[in-house]
Nanobody
Framework: QVRLVESGGGLVQAGGSLRLSCAASGFTFSSYSMGWFRQAPGREREFVAAISWSGDNTLYAASVKGRFTISRDNAKNTQYLQMNSLEPEDTAVYYC?????????????????WGQGIQVTVTS
């Protein structure tokens, strides 16, 4: 059974940083791509970043490119999202996602499993 557990969220002032982690179990983590999505109140879930199985290829939403960095440690079955220069517009519930494919995708419907989500709140 696939299980994805996010951690590292919280409250931070604008300009600050947070690092999200996603611990994965129940599948061969090193063989598949992973992603991060977010959903703000009253808005649809949106793509944030994705990483290929090896970590060699990454995708970013335009709104976070240059500020956020996705990475993974296949030995620890964990992916990360380093978020710098946070803005109030980054406030959302962030979700870890697993895709049964080598490469990542921008589209939420391409992902097969989801974590429960974790709140990130950025104050101005």
């Amino acid at each position: 059974q696939v299980r994805l557990v996010e951690s590292g969220g919280g409250l931070v002032q604008a300009g600050g940083s947070l690092r999200l982690s996603c611990a994965a179990s129940g599948f061969t983590f090193s063989s598949y791509s992973m992603g991060w999505f977010r959903q703000a109140p009253g808005r649809e879930r949106e793509f944030v970043a994705a990483i290929s199985w090896s970590g060699d290829n990454t995708l970013y939403a335009a709104s976070v490119k240059g500020r956020f960095t996705i990475s993974r440690d296949n030995a620890k079955n964990t992916q990360y999202l380093q978020m710098n220069s946070l803005e109030p517009e980054d406030t959302a519930v962030y979700y870890c996602a697993h895709r049964k494919d080598f490469s990542g995708s921008y589209h939420y419907y391409d992902y097969d499993s989801w974590g429960q989500g974790i709140q990130v709140t950025v104050t101005s």
